[in-house]
């Protein structure tokens, strides 16, 4: 950074200014930023998002940009009325229902004649993040109408004759094409009322448009976090970040501190001010803003060398048109949330929306550097992505049938069946065989579980969530990582100690293993199964003895038949060899598919697993019995020895 001290002394009165009066604040509630209090027009209370205008420029971040309400009074002495401006509209606002989102509104062209209102203008919402309510219906108005007879879907407004000409109102054309004959009428307007006991008549339109009609706000504007740490909620409108203002002056972006403790770390601030540490911390406040910058120059230039590759780039305007403003939540995990929308052309998806205080970009970058680079029927396809600013999304294609773990975690008869299960395990197994030597780049996931394979109309799986991806040379067959990654439960045991030996796509397979055993038990495997010795068990231990029995498995706890034992056998004894603690013993997942599409009696007996945390009866000994080959044949060789991916 050669001009870093030439940017350092501009910007150090600033920084100074800053600072003394962040430390003032605490001492002095007249900060220039506003606390932001509930107040109130006539009876209705206004709080956030909503706000009150004033003369007060810093009000405005008391709230949403485009919910500014207006308080003056009204034609009765001691009435007021609350205005929202919704170009080229103003309403008046009736009720606003903060638990629920929904704000009740009244044209105010329609309350200057109560005896016959007369509608001027077609409401639109722009971008404001407000939708129409179920409640809601529309009324098509039409005006100076020259038409030879009465039209037969339309009722004829007396009062609103103009000269010879008449008017009319539909209840059936709002959001259809116009009559016929509409050519013979000067203008239409769209009135939005609330649905209720409309009779047909004159009389029952007038009541439905003074009672006005319902809109839905976003309901992501919450600040009950705020709200409970004794502070107000606000907004910038300019950075689109929410503000909480607390009782000492301070703002923060989720919810407020203890007083005493902030008051005593702003007098230790100061004298550090005093003391030259100011300085310190300016440098710091500077390093990580070239640090961001740095970062988010590194996401274009990431952006641009997937050119050839990437799916089309959106802008955060467009993900919130898509999902409605994020009306449907789908799910949440770790690095954000997931909501259904469609694009634009109609087709559904899922948006997956980053949080940016999440690492420092790493999941967007692996999740498109790895499926951009995919394309089979068993790996989710990328259908677009938003980086926009610190905005980050990614748009997958819609799974109408949701995550496996939801089928297979219960403790009644599957619903799948065990035939359906075992095709998604092998469906499973070749996305999985694709990503480690079908592309060009070999991509391991670090992250399979049931929770990451989404299931199609058809219940075809397919391999989600590429956040902790890796990719890496098909010739490499050890990749170096910092950390451990993963999901407890599903990590293989070299991922987290390196004494098991060198992380490769064998680590998947662990998973993949793990999650099939999971599948074929019907259980979590983080769950220790109760035996009828009341000792705790290992979930693999605990299906490895099941296998012993020569006979009805009893999975699922219902009895089975001999088909679905033979293919519970088969998933289990995949399952086995598959988290061996030697990535060495454990098979490619070429072999596994072999494995599961092939004879259950050509199938080798794996050993025991002994990587967990033994049972109370098992902790002298960890053993590796073979089963029997009165009950399984073994064949001559280890799946681990065939095959390289």
Known sequence: MPHQPLLFL?????????????????????????????SKCGNIEVRYPFWIKSNDTAIQYCGYEGFGLD???????????????????????????????????????????????????????EDLPLNYSTQDLNLTFYFNCTVPSLPFSAYPVDCLKSGGNMSFVSLETGTKSDPDWFKFCE????????????????????????????????????????????????????????????????????????????GRLLKVLIGAMMAGVGILSFSIICYRYYKKRKNDKQ??????????????????????????????????????EVYRGNLFDKRPVAVKVLRTNKGNGEEFINE?????????????????????????????????????????????????????????????????????????????HFDIKPQNILLDEEFCPKIADFGLAKLCARRESIVSMLGARGTIGYIAPEVFCRNFGGVSYKSDVYSYGMMILEMA????????????????AYFPHWLYDRVLID?????????????????????????????????????????????????????????????????????GSLDMTLLPQTILPTSSSSPADSGTR
């Open 10 to 38: 501009h910007l150090l009165p600033f920084f100074i200014s800053f600072v003394f009066m962040k430390s003032c604040a605490g001492n002095n509630n007249s900060s220039i930023w506003p606390h932001c209090p509930a």
């Open 71 to 125: 308080c003056t009074p009204s034609s009765v002495p001691g009435n007021y009325n609350l205005t929202l401006h919704l170009p080229p509209v103003d309403f008046h606002v009736q009720n606003i229902n903060y638990p629920d989102y929904k704000l009740t509104l009244v044209d105010a062209d329609v309350t200057t004649n109560l005896s016959c209102p007369r509608p001027r203008h077609n409401l639109t919402l």
């Open 187 to 262: 203008e239409k307007v769209v009135v939005t009322v609330t649905k209720g006991e409309i009779e047909g008549n004159a009389n029952g339109i007038w009541e439905s448009t003074f009672a006005g009609f319902v809109l839905d706000w976003y309901s992501g504007f919450e600040c009950a976090g705020c709200e409970n740490s004794s502070g107000r909620c606000g907004h910038n409108n300019t950075t689109t970040e929410f503000l909480c203002f607390c009782n000492d002056g301070t703002i923060t972006h989720d919810h407020c501190k203890g007083a005493h403790d902030l």
């Open 299 to 336: 996401l274009e230039a990431f952006i641009k060398e997937f050119v050839s590759l990437k799916p089309r780039r959106y802008s955060y305007s467009d993900i919130k048109k898509m999902t409605n403003y994020f009306k449907e939540k789908l799910g949440q995990g770790g690095y954000g």
């Open 368 to 444: 498109v550097a790895s499926i951009s680079r995919t394309s089979h029927v068993n790996v989710v396809t990328l259908l677009g992505f938003c980086l926009d600013s610190r905005k980050r999304a990614l748009i997958y294609e819609f799974m109408p049938n949701g995550s496996l773990d939801k089928y297979i975690h219960h403790e009644s008869e599957p619903r799948l069946g065990f035939e359906r299960v075992h095709e998604i395990a092998i469906g499973i197994a070749k996305g999985l065989h694709y990503l480690h030597g079908g592309c060009n780049t070999r991509i391991l």
């Open 521 to 536: 038990g019907g259980r979590k495997n983080a769950i220790n199964v109760q035996l009828s010795n009341s000792s705790e």
């Open 551 to 619: 006979g009805d498995l009893k999975l699922h706890g219902h009895i089975m038949t001999k088909e679905e034992n033979d293919i519970a056998r088969k998933m289990i004894l995949v399952g086995l060899w598959c988290i061996q603690t030697n990535p060495l013993h454990r098979p490619t997942m070429s072999k596994v598919i072999d494995m599961l599409e092939g004879s259950l009696m050509s199938l080798e007996v794996p050993p025991k697993p002994f990587f967990s945390s033994p049972s109370r009866s098992e902790e």
